[in-house]
């Protein structure tokens, strides 16, 4: 793998931003790509708008990629007597992925925290076999109510702590859910060079709890062409059939045709597949029958729709701490992204 810029993938999956709580990791990529920007700028929302003028663009056409920066996460709703807290889920948590988790409490500082829920040596039969809910989970601090009440409020919001990891030609993480989306829009950005239409990258905000950023965004900017960037399922792992898998690792780009939010425009889908196989890219196609994405937003909120789809990046593990993707996946994005937003108007878009 050659510059596969694994340190930056790393500060970015280990920032935090759950949804409605995206300041620190809004900054983080604002600082990355505010120099290669024409304008960069922020909606009320909080939603980064970077900015770059097509330069062979007489019907002043334009492109909006959207790549959301929040994570799933948890915002806190008590805080009980002994001090453990209570929260509230942003985003959708599989609750048995809780058990045994790290978590970063943001209060007035950043605290540590454990999800504390029932021993199996307490539990009764009947117990043991019923599925966990959320709210059978707190967050212990290992500190007395009174200490906890100086750093922490309700409403703070929560992450979950883990350390980026390189597993063979994997990448391992939290949020790799989307900030390995953030990553190929950073990295197409900084390869832009000569690109027809005017370009808008935008860097959403609560995409976890309903597309709401994204929205926003393309409202405002009415895009003629969208394209959505996040993670998809790859259930290519033991006990999954073939039809099961929805994308595999290593198996390249996924060019997506539909998820539970949108039906992509079949232009756009021919239009990437094209655009893959001409520049000798490696892509597989993605169908997820459950689960939205930005690319809704993009498709419908704009004046007058726009020809949108979207380039998935195959995820296993999805939503959970130890999220996993593979390096030359997030290669073959970056390219696919970069070539489609070089080569879009050669594409015969009346057909
Ligand atoms: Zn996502």
């Known amino acids: 793998m050659t510059n596969f810029n694994t340190q930056l993938l790393k500060i970015l999956c280990e920032t935090p931003g759950a949804p409605g709580f995206e300041k620190k990791i809004r900054d983080v990529i604002a600082k990355e790509v505010k120099s290669y920007a024409d304008k960069l700028s922020f909606d009320n929302m909080g939603n980064i708008i970077f900015y770059k003028k097509g330069n062979d663009n007489p019907d002043k056409k334009s492109v909006m990629v ?3 920066m929040d994570e799933i996460g948890f915002i806190i709703t008590h805080i009980e007597d002994n001090g453990f807290l ?25 605290l540590v925290g454990v999800m504390g829920s029932k021993p199996v040596h307490v539990m009764t039969p009947e117990e043991k076999n019923k599925i966990p809910k959320t709210t059978d989970y707190f967050i212990d601090l290992g500190m007395t109510k009174s200490a906890v009440m100086e ?59 309903g597309l ?19 993670t998809t399922i790859a259930y290519d792992v033991p006990g999954a059939q073939p039809h099961e898998k929805i994308t595999s690792l290593g198996e390249g780009a996924a060019i997506k045709i539909m998820d539970a939010s949108t039906i992509c425009d079949y232009r756009m889908v021919a239009f990437l597949k094209e655009t893959a196989s001409k520049n000798k890219i490696k892509w597989q196609p993605e169908i997820l029958t459950a689960g939205g994405t930005d690319t809704a937003g993009l ?26 993707a593979h390096k030359d996946d997030i290669t073959n994005c970056v390219n696919l992204l970069s070539y489609a937003l070089a080569e879009i108007n050669q594409f015969n878009w009346d057909h």
Do not use: W
């Open 212 to 230: 709401r950023g994204a929205n926003v965004a393309a409202h405002q900017i009415n895009p003629d062409f969208g394209i959505a960037l996040d």
């Open 66 to 68: 959207a790549a959301h």
């Open 151 to 209: 750093v922490v409020s309700v409403g703070d919001p929560v992450t979950r702590k883990s350390e980026l990891l390189e597993l063979g030609d994997c990448v391992n993480c939290k949020s790799i859910d989307n900030r390995v989306s953030v990553f190929i829009l950073i990295e197409a950005i900084k390869k832009l060079d000569r690109i027809p239409y005017d370009f808008y990258g935008v860097f959403t905000v609560q995409e976890e709890v």
């Open 86 to 110: 209570r929260f509230h889920t942003l985003g959708g948590f599989d609750p048995k992925t809780l058990t045994a988790q790290r978590v970063i409490v943001h209060g007035k500082k950043d």
């Open 299 to 324: 498709q419908r909120m704009g004046k007058h729709g726009s020809i949108s789809g979207a380039i998935s990046i195959p995820t296993r593990h999805l939503h959970q701490v130890i999220e996993m």
